[in-house]
């Protein structure tokens, strides 16, 4: 009903000729500015000692079965938090299944992987270091093993964690690489313009801008993330021949939830390329016009394709200075288990 | 001549109980502090724009085959500017031949690479882009073809090259990474003692000074690197079981190079296990021992050991914040070329 409301007022205001008022009112009906901070969940607070020690393990290839692949091998804070591959490489050079989402901003969404499966940064931060074919390790206790006799980690995972007597366990690595990832946030140009600067998009940025409204992109692609609100259908008009992935279907097992999978955030679109849950699409500006096409059913022209991959880029942003600095981290002792190069 | 002067000298001055100023004026007989900059080749001055743009390039996995290695893969400045793995891990998971050596002050050496077969950083960084089990570029051309299309790019390497008329080439490349390498110098505990201050190391590193001094590892760990400035035969007394790699016979064809390899650096060294060749040591002292056994014709005492441990620990150090900093890479292009994940 709400939305219905919006797009009434959207054909009287939205036009080619909005005046910028308008448009950053009728924007913010759709999408809301990034916030300072990501809250974070009652049982992990976020502090300086959890984000410094997350950081040092979000680099920590010692965590996987071969001392190789690290959570940055995939999710490269240098290149939008992706690594810019199809699917991406794991252990011994195994491929997953899906492309490797962006880590950027990835705590504002409702859940986590394309899939939901997670529904939390925490609970994600537990998967690719068990997945045989990412980082693959055979145990949590061989990811406990290879950092407890690292007396720098005993002592941060304990100011870290200082009410627990063993503080380095398996959830307690996951809650700190949770809480480095809350620090992901990436401000663009596109959050000045929803506080009120309307020079901080260009005139094209703004046309891009007022078309995935007037298209309808914004029904999924929306809020503080513009996208990872909610699920949906991959293919609502025609089943997207790239792919036969089942989606969220293998998480609920419903029927309905066959092709579908969280929406995708905008934010950073841009660098995050191949495009879709498999990355077969290298073009940003061919996965618009396929979007159009099989969400909406809508032919876009190529002057208004343009103008949306233009208005994508106002939501680029890098994270903080402190994010993009790199941990040093402490050597490996005697006891320390070695690297495991079986499959 | 002179060696054997200043070690006669060393019997007089060094014992248990060198006096401090003693020991570092002994210490700077074989020892240099590091400079406060790596001189640059009279055709590659650093300037802050090819540094800038090294450190992208040092991070671009474009610049592999499958869009999945960089230098940092091997050389990750987190971790010592090595991977802490025996032999790397390059292109499809294919291994090298040889330990990765620290990119950390490696332009302090007589030469790059185990076997000194490149006389430069920048001769170096021009190898393993094309080397088919490292980043296993088919052509320098593929690897120009990355960035070209790229207008970041584009802009950056005429910046950085603004006397040439096509910037972007592969020399070029190399040179703005060797620009980048150059700036990673880790000051340590021990260059401020070898400076004059006596407080810097610990009791148990200066006996391990001292004992580095009179055991005779110094005549190879000398100079600023402590270590990198000569070439030796690795088992002196007795050949190393662990490897039949003949070394820089293999660039020379000289027999007395069989088994000769440049003297790896001791700066960070605590960082960069597994030690020797290839990487078949993981522990410290353990590579400490064979190395007195095998070099000296020496049996240390535990003792021994753990001091000569010790003192290693004061030469680790950083490199500067602004090294540390990651970069932001710019996103391909529709014409940039993809990735190949064939052998």
């Not at 999408?31 to 990501?38: N, Q």
């Not at 940064?121 to 997945?131: D, F, S, T, V, W």
């Not at 390790?137 to 406990?144: E, Y």
């Not at 279907?249 to 191949?274: G, Y």
Request: charged letters at 20%.
């Amino acid at each position: 009903m709400y939305l219905i409301g919006v797009l009434l007022l959207l054909l009287t205001a939205s036009s080619a000729h909005a005046q910028n008022p308008d448009l950053i009112a009728l924007a913010n009906k759709f999408f809301k500015p990034l916030p300072d901070v990501i809250p974070a969940p009652p049982d992990n607070p976020t502090t300086p000692e959890k984000v410094a020690l997350g950081k040092m393990l979000y680099y920590e290839t010692r965590l996987s079965k071969g001392d190789e692949v690290s959570c940055s091998t995939c999710h490269n804070l240098s290149t939008g938090g992706v690594d810019n591959l199809p699917t991406s490489f794991g252990h011994l050079a195994q491929r997953g299944g899906r492309n490797a989402p962006t880590v950027l901003n990835a705590g504002l969404q409702i859940a986590q992987f394309w899939d939901g499966r997670a529904p939390s940064l925490e609970e994600q931060a537990k998967g690719p270091i068990l997945n045989p074919v990412e980082m693959a390790m055979p145990s949590r206790d061989l990811a406990i093993q290879r950092l407890y006799y690292i007396p720098e980690y005993k002592d941060r995972f304990k100011k870290a964690f200082p009410e627990d007597k063993e503080p380095i366990i398996y959830d307690n690595i996951a809650r700190a690489i949770a809480s480095f990832e809350r620090t992901l946030l990436t401000p663009s140009r596109f959050d000045k313009f929803l506080k009120g600067d309307a020079a901080a998009l260009t005139a094209n940025e703004k046309k891009g801008l007022e078309l995935v409204i007037k298209t309808g992109c914004v029904t999924c692609h929306n809020g503080v993330g513009a996208g990872g609100g909610m699920y949906q259908k991959f293919g609502i008009y025609g089943h997207y021949e790239g792919s036969d992935d089942p989606g969220r279907f293998n998480v609920t097992h419903d029927e309905k939830d066959k092709f579908v999978f969280k929406v995708p955030m905008w934010r950073n679109v841009t660098r995050t390329a191949p495009y879709f849950n498999n990355g077969s699409v290298w073009d940003l500006k061919e996965a618009i016009r396929i979007m159009a096409k099989i969400q909406l059913n809508k032919e876009l022209t190529n002057d208004e394709v343009d103008r949306i991959a233009d208005f994508l880029h106002s939501l680029e942003g890098n994270p903080p200075q402190a994010a993009m600095t790199l941990p040093v981290l402490p050597a490996s002792t005697p006891s320390t288990p070695p690297p495991d190069f079986t499959k």
